[in-house]
């Protein structure tokens, strides 16, 4: 991409994509990125050598740093980014791809406070962007042609893998791939429990935890890798990790996390809905 690519608000998501995106080649002088704080705006900018606009200094930041982008990353929490659209609508080169990664903020919602044709795309990042290994879901608005879904994967190519979903499937990825990095520390916070009350040390146990988890981790990450072969794997006939999964198979694990994920779709949809009446 060759043209100006806009950070609107950079928290810690919107710092992991720049740092993917900067890694993968993007010069920092294409870059532009607004925040709140001048500190936070001297931060980015000394740290990642992008041009960073501080909005307490200068009001219209974010409608200065669009003019003649590529390409907008919308980074604000979802409460303010219709209201963020609305701002910079008069701004956009037409062209510009819009692309949000608030939770629950629909197209629909989106394309509503934008110009008519406005191409936007709606992502569904995770937090693993942060260390390159983060799964990112695109579903493109009805003004999004080639070009602009290409532009799109280029934000992302470099901190995961980059997939495109139907936008009726983004409350079921927010539960999967959103959420789930949280379903994975809370195994990790549990073992460590139980490694506890095997009476190991509170940080013998954190350590056994953690480290078993990132390791399964990078095998699963391997190219070709399945849960369900490399757990096989590690069931012996007999033996003590078969005893430990039967017994959460009785206990109806693997129920739990669906009906959890459940949870966290239907609660995504709600706040879609409740943003919708604003």
Do not use: W
Not at 1 to 11: A, H, Q, R, S
Not at 46 to 69: F, K, W, Y
Not at 121 to 144: F, H, I, Q
Not at 235 to 263: H, K, M, R, Y
Request: net charge negative.
């Amino acid at each position: 991409m060759t043209k100006k690519i806009v950070f609107l608000g950079c928290g810690s998501m919107g710092e992991a994509i720049l740092t993917g995106l900067l890694a993968a080649g993007t010069a920092p002088q294409s870059v532009t990125v607004t925040v709140r704080r001048t500190e936070r705006a001297e931060e980015l900018a000394q740290r990642h050598g992008v041009t960073a606009l501080a909005s307490n200094e200068e009001p219209r930041a974010n409608s200065q740093a669009v003019l003649g982008a590529g390409a907008v990353i919308l980074g604000v929490k979802p409460v303010g980014t219709a209201e963020l659209c609305r701002e910079i609508a008069g701004d956009l080169d037409p062209s510009a791809v819009v692309i949000s990664v608030a939770a629950a903020v629909s197209l629909e919602q989106l394309q509503g406070a934008l110009k008519p044709g406005q191409p936007v795309v709606r992502a569904m990042p995770n937090t693993p962007l942060k260390v390159g290994r983060g799964v990112v879901a695109l579903s493109p608005g009805t003004s999004v042609d080639e070009h602009s879904l290409a532009a799109a994967h280029e934000i992302f190519d470099g901190s995961g893998v980059v997939l495109d979903v139907p936008e009726d499937q983004q409350d079921a990825v927010s539960a999967i791939s959103g959420s789930g990095p949280a379903y994975a520390f809370y195994l990790a916070e549990a073992m460590a429990a139980a490694a506890e009350n095997f009476g190991l040390s509170a940080e013998i146990s954190r350590i056994l935890a953690r480290e078993t988890v990132a390791g399964a981790g990078l095998m699963l990450a391997e190219p070709g890798a399945d849960a369900a072969t490399l757990r096989r794997g590690v069931t012996s006939p007999n033996g003590t990790t078969e005893q430990a999964i039967a017994t959460f198979d009785a206990q109806g694990l693997a129920a739990i996390v669906s009906a959890g994920a459940q949870a966290a779709a239907a609660r995504a949809a709600q706040i879609t809905a409740e943003l919708a009446g604003q």
